[in-house]
C-alpha cells in the first residue's frame, strides 16, 4: 500500500544543509487551518446505542427510513429525521432519551488507514450510557503486563463506540512497539444493565499478539534529489532487531519536508514494510516518488484592509513564480503574532493546484481569532 504525501504531511521549521552532510530535524508546529470544502453527503455512525449492534441498527433504521443508504445529506432535515427514527427505536425499549448528532469538524487532513472515517454520529447524551469493566485476555499470557493500562483508560467514563477504536488503536500500539506486527485486538460488548438514572457496559477484549518480528533488511532511496546518497546513517536499527513502529518513519517524514522544500507539492514516500510471515521477518524500503515541481501562480488574500493585505503578503515571503513551499505558510503562521497591523488575526489558506500546468494559487482568508462566524466549511 502506497503512503499518500499527505501521511507524512508535517508543519515545520527546519534548517537544510543539503543532506549530504546530514538532515535536520523537524520541531512540529501548530499550524493555520488549511481551506476544505464541506460534503453535501456524509456516513453515519453511532456512538452508545448500545442495544443493537452496528449492522443492526442500521437494517432497522432502513425500515422506518424510506431510501435511506448508507449516507445521508448534511442538511437539517435528514438528520433530524435520524434523530427521531432512532428516538422512537429507543423509546420501545422503554427508554426516554435524548438523542444529538456530531458533525466532522475538519476534512482533508491525514487520518489513520483504520479509524473510523468522517461521518455524522448519532448518540444519545441521557440517560447517561457508562463503560463499567473491562476484561481483558492476552495471548501469550506475559505480554499482559504491558497492555493492561491501556484498556482500563476509559472505565467509568461516558462509553462511545469510538472509545473501542481508540481502545484498539492502543493496544496495536504497544504490540508493534514490541516486533508483534501481526497483532490483533477483538473487542465484544456485553450486555448493556441499568444503575440508578443511567445505564452501564462492559467490553471483553481479547489480544492475540502473533509472532514477535525481527529485521532481515532496510534501504532507501532518496530520490532524484538525492541521488546516489547513502542514507543508512539515519536509520536507527540494523538487520536482527525487533523493528519497533516503523524505523524509517522519521528520515520519510523529513525527506517529504525536503521536497515539500524545493517545490515538490505532489511528492510521495513509499515506506511500507514487507512482512515473510513464514519466518516472521520484515524488511523495509523507502521509496521517494517526487512527483511535479509546482510554481506559484497566484496569491488570493480575503478579509483584510489593503495595508494588512500588503503586510500579509510581505511575510508570507513568497512571490509570483516562485517554488510553492508548504513551509512559507507555517512560518507566516508564526509571524503574526508580532506584526501589530496582524494583532489578534490568524487564517485558512487553500492552495488549488493545476497539474497540467505545475502551478497553485494560493488563497489566505484572514479571521479574527475567536470569531470563527467569519470563516466556514459549509
Same mark, same amino acid.
Given at each position: 500500500?502506497?503512503?499518500?504525501?499527505?501521511?507524512?504531511?508535517?508543519?515545520?521549521?527546519?534548517?537544510?544543509?543539503?543532506?549530504?552532510?546530514?538532515?535536520?530535524?523537524?520541531?512540529?508546529?501548530?499550524?493555520?487551518?488549511?481551506?476544505?470544502?464541506?460534503?453535501?453527503?456524509?456516513?453515519?455512525?453511532?456512538?452508545?446505542?448500545?442495544?443493537?449492534?452496528?449492522?443492526?441498527?442500521?437494517?432497522?433504521?432502513?425500515?422506518?427510513?424510506?431510501?435511506?443508504?448508507?449516507?445521508?445529506?448534511?442538511?437539517?432535515?435528514?438528520?433530524?429525521?435520524?434523530?427521531?427514527?432512532?428516538?422512537?427505536?429507543?423509546?420501545?425499549?422503554?427508554?426516554?432519551?435524548?438523542?444529538?448528532?456530531?458533525?466532522?469538524?475538519?476534512?482533508?487532513?491525514?487520518?489513520?488507514?483504520?479509524?473510523?472515517?468522517?461521518?455524522?454520529?448519532?448518540?444519545?447524551?441521557?440517560?447517561?450510557?457508562?463503560?463499567?469493566?473491562?476484561?481483558?485476555?492476552?495471548?501469550?499470557?506475559?505480554?499482559?503486563?504491558?497492555?493492561?493500562?491501556?484498556?482500563?483508560?476509559?472505565?467509568?467514563?461516558?462509553?462511545?463506540?469510538?472509545?473501542?477504536?481508540?481502545?484498539?488503536?492502543?493496544?496495536?500500539?504497544?504490540?508493534?512497539?514490541?516486533?508483534?506486527?501481526?497483532?490483533?485486538?477483538?473487542?465484544?460488548?456485553?450486555?448493556?444493565?441499568?444503575?440508578? %438514572? !443511567?445505564?452501564? &457496559?462492559?467490553?471483553?477484549?481479547? +489480544? =492475540?499478539? @502473533?509472532?514477535? #518480528? /525481527?529485521?532481515? $533488511?532496510? *534501504?532507501?532511496?532518496?530520490?532524484?534529489?538525492?541521488?546516489?546518497?547513502?542514507?543508512?546513517?539515519?536509520?536507527?536499527?540494523?538487520?536482527?532487531?525487533?523493528?519497533?513502529?516503523?524505523?524509517?518513519?522519521?528520515?520519510?517524514?523529513?525527506?517529504?519536508?525536503?521536497?515539500?522544500?524545493?517545490?515538490?507539492?505532489?511528492?510521495?514516500?513509499?515506506?511500507?514494510?514487507?512482512?515473510?510471515? %513464514? !519466518?516472521?521477518? &520484515?524488511?523495509?524500503?523507502?521509496? +521517494? =516518488?517526487? @512527483?511535479?515541481? #509546482? /510554481?506559484?501562480? $497566484?496569491? *488570493?488574500?480575503?478579509?483584510?484592509?489593503?495595508?494588512?493585505?500588503?503586510?500579509?503578503?510581505?511575510?508570507?515571503?513568497?512571490?509570483?513564480?516562485?517554488?510553492?513551499?508548504?513551509?512559507?505558510?507555517?512560518?507566516?503562521?508564526?509571524?503574526?503574532?508580532?506584526?501589530?497591523?496582524?494583532?489578534?488575526?490568524?487564517?485558512?489558506?487553500?492552495?488549488?493546484?493545476?497539474?497540467?500546468?505545475?502551478?497553485?494559487?494560493?488563497?489566505?482568508?484572514?479571521?479574527?481569532?475567536?470569531?470563527?462566524?467569519?470563516?466556514?466549511?459549509?
Amino acid at each position: 500500500m502506497r503512503s499518500r504525501s499527505s501521511f507524512f504531511r508535517r508543519s515545520a521549521t527546519f534548517t537544510l544543509l543539503g543532506l549530504v552532510l546530514g538532515i535536520a530535524a523537524i520541531c512540529n508546529a501548530q499550524t493555520a487551518k488549511p481551506v476544505s470544502s464541506y460534503p453535501a453527503r456524509l456516513p453515519y455512525s453511532f456512538g452508545n446505542f448500545v442495544w443493537w449492534s452496528d449492522g443492526d441498527l442500521r437494517t432497522l433504521l432502513k425500515k422506518r427510513i424510506p431510501g435511506l443508504g448508507d449516507q445521508i445529506p448534511t442538511t437539517e432535515a435528514p438528520i433530524d429525521r435520524m434523530r427521531d427514527a432512532l428516538r422512537a427505536l429507543v423509546k420501545e425499549n422503554g427508554i426516554t432519551a435524548d438523542i444529538y448528532s456530531q458533525e466532522p469538524s475538519y476534512f482533508g487532513s491525514a487520518r489513520d488507514p483504520e479509524a473510523p472515517e468522517p461521518s455524522i454520529q448519532f448518540s444519545i447524551i441521557r440517560p447517561e450510557i457508562l463503560l463499567s469493566k473491562v476484561t481483558l485476555k492476552v495471548q501469550p499470557d506475559d505480554l499482559t503486563s504491558l497492555i493492561h493500562s491501556q484498556v482500563l483508560w476509559g472505565e467509568g467514563k461516558p462509553y462511545s463506540a469510538f472509545g473501542e477504536w481508540i481502545t484498539r488503536s492502543r493496544i496495536k500500539e504497544v504490540l508493534r512497539q514490541y516486533g508483534y506486527l501481526d497483532g490483533q485486538a477483538q473487542i465484544v460488548r456485553l450486555q448493556p444493565f441499568r444503575e440508578g %438514572d !443511567h445505564f452501564q &457496559v462492559g467490553l471483553a477484549v481479547t +489480544v =492475540i499478539a @502473533g509472532p514477535q #518480528y /525481527h529485521v532481515s $533488511s532496510l *534501504t532507501a532511496d532518496g530520490g532524484p534529489l538525492l541521488a546516489g546518497r547513502d542514507l543508512s546513517r539515519f536509520f536507527n536499527l540494523k538487520q536482527g532487531d525487533i523493528p519497533g513502529r516503523d524505523p524509517l518513519a522519521g528520515l520519510a517524514s523529513e525527506l517529504f519536508a525536503f521536497y515539500q522544500h524545493h517545490g515538490y507539492a505532489d511528492v510521495e514516500i513509499e515506506n511500507d514494510p514487507v512482512l515473510d510471515r %513464514d !519466518h516472521a521477518l &520484515v524488511s523495509y524500503h523507502l521509496r +521517494v =516518488i517526487p @512527483g511535479a515541481v #509546482y /510554481h506559484l501562480r $497566484s496569491i *488570493t488574500v480575503e478579509k483584510l484592509t489593503a495595508e494588512q493585505e500588503s503586510k500579509a503578503r510581505e511575510l508570507l515571503g513568497m512571490s509570483i513564480g516562485d517554488l510553492y513551499v508548504d513551509e512559507a505558510i507555517t512560518n507566516l503562521y508564526h509571524k503574526i503574532p508580532d506584526e501589530p497591523l496582524l494583532k489578534g488575526y490568524s487564517f485558512s489558506f487553500g492552495p488549488k493546484k493545476d497539474k497540467t500546468a505545475n502551478v497553485i494559487d494560493l488563497s489566505l482568508i484572514f479571521y479574527k481569532e475567536g470569531d470563527q462566524s467569519s470563516v466556514t466549511i459549509k
